[in-house]
Every structure is written in structure tokens, then in C-alpha cells.
């Protein structure tokens, strides 16, 4: 029972560990999940706006290719200076527009660094991988651990359920030998009252003739013979009284005989109990503490009902000891 314990609480903490990992693993993975999915929107929408100021670079400079191919157009064929001016200026505007990469600037270096926060990210991503398969090992080390405690835990049922069979076989067999040898007994006892009551029967009769011939005989025959002879046929009544109460043992005998059997049939309920107690943990439903209860109820049933019928069957040698006694102690000239 103490190994069983063991083996019990073994698998509980197991089973905690385990459950503390499954829990451990779900959170570092939800929680690096969130910030990768996070840093990726950010980096895209980074890119998205990087993308579109290289693409509005790209309009200026096409615009400023323009405005100074239509400047020295103008210059060479004598336009207006007004007009020189106006496309000078815009031309000056363009360039200083391109020329400008401040924004430029700060859009890389806040690329740079959410590139820096990503690798930052994959590298925590891995390093909680690391851990996981770490963790994975764990388990599978603690289901190792588990599915040899179980296996263990059935050895010791199976132990368990060889000894309740042995207890019940020599109960059977203490049952079956205890009923054979009460039935012998007071079936000897009978026949040994019977033949008693017939030899005082005859006694008795022999008394009484021996008394009416004594009273032909001798018409003087005194009175202290005669109390004797009174006294002897008074003990010879006792004494076939005594040897006409088997009867009376039979009767309890049969009542003893029935509460066996209803202690048998109780018995009997027990044991379908934890079989099908059993049979429910075999399908994953049922509680090995409960069950290692319910196997040692079962034997210590098992053991009080052999105390019981020990107890019976010293109560029976006990009520027939008295009868054999009186039938030893008859008088020798009355055994034949």
C-alpha cells in the first residue's frame, strides 16, 4: 500500500509539472506571437511609406529633368526673361525639393530601427524555442515517467487480485471442510444419542423388571435398596434427556448454516462491486486511490469473514464437547 502511495503521488506531481509547462509554453508563445505580429504591421507600413516617397523622388526628378530641358530651351531661342525667371525659380524650387533629405533620413533611421526591434524580436522568438523544446523534452521525460508508474501501479493491482483469489479459495475450501466436519459431528452425535436412548431405554426396562422381580422374591426387602434402585432410574431419565437434546443443536446448526450463506452472498456482492470498479478504471474512469481502497476493503472483508466462520466452528465444537463427554462417562456395564 505504501509503494502504491508512492507510485500515486508520483504521477500527481507528474502530472503537475507537466500542466505547469503545457501553460508556460501557451503564454511565451502567445506573448511572442503578439510583438512579432505587432513589429511586422509596423515594418510594412514602413515600407509602404518608403516606397511612396521614393516614388514621389522619382516625379520630382522627372519634373526638374523637365523644367531645365524647357529653361535651356527657352534661353537658346530668346525667350521671354520674365518667363526664364518663373522656370529658374522652379526649377531651384525642384531641386532643393530633391535636395531635401531630412524626411529621407528620419523614414531610414526609424526603418533601421524597427529592424534592429525585429531581430530583436527573432532572436527572443528563438531563444523561446529553444526553450520550448527544451520544455517538449521535459514532457516527454515525465510521460516516460508516467507510463512506467502506471504499469507499476497495475503490477501491484494484479498482485493484488492474485492474493483476493487466494484468500478466496482457502476461505472456500476452510468453508467447505468446516460444513463437512459440523455435518459429521452432529450426524455421530445423533447416532450416538440414539443408540444412548435405546441402551437407557433398555436399561430403564431391565431397572423396573429387576424392581417387580426383587418384589416377588423377596416381599422383605428393605427400603434403603429400594431408594437406590429409585435413585439409579431417576439418573438413567437424566441422563436420556440429555443425550435427546441434539435435536435441538440441529436447529441451530441449520440456523448458523443460513447465516453462512447470507454472509456468503454479501461476499459475493463485494467482490462484483470491485469488479466492476475494475472494469471502469480499465476505461479511464476511475480513481487508483479508490480502487487500492476497495481491493484492501475486499481482503480485510475476506479476513474477518475466515475469522467468522473459525469462530462458528468453534461454537460448534464447543455445543457438541458436552454430548461427547456424557456419552464417554456412561456406565461400562451399560455400552453393550
Known sequence: MEHIEELQARILAAMERISSGVTTLEAAGASSAGGNADLERALDEERTANAQLEERLKVLRGRLDEAELAAENASGGGADPAAMEALEAEVQLLRNEVGNTAERDALRLEVDRLKGALEGAQNEAASSK????????ENTRLK????????????????LNAEIAKLTSDLDAERQAATQAAEAAADAAQQQAAQHATELTAAQAAAQDAIQAAANTQPAISEV?????????????SE???????????????KLDQELGNLRAANDQLVSSNAALRAANAEGVG??????????????????????????????????????????????GEDE
Do not use: W, Y
Open 130 to 137: 529553444e526553450h520550448c523544446e527544451t520544455m517538449e523534452t
Open 225 to 237: 435398596d429400594f431408594a437406590a434402585l429409585e435413585a439409579e432410574n431417576t439418573r438413567l431419565k
Open 287 to 332: 480513481d487508483p486511490a479508490l480502487i487500492n481502497a476497495s481491493l484492501q476493503a475486499e481482503i480485510e472483508g475476506l479476513r474477518a469473514a475466515k475469522e467468522t466462520d473459525r469462530a462458528e466452528m468453534s461454537m460448534v465444537i464447543s455445543r457438541l464437547e458436552p454430548l461427547l463427554a456424557t456419552a464417554q462417562n456412561l456406565p461400562q
Open 240 to 254: 436420556l434427556q440429555l443425550a435427546q437434546q441434539p435435536v435441538d443443536d440441529s436447529a441451530e446448526l441449520i
Open 144 to 159: 516516460s515517467e508516467l507510463e512506467a508508474a502506471m504499469l507499476a501501479a497495475e503490477v501491484d493491482v494484479d498482485a
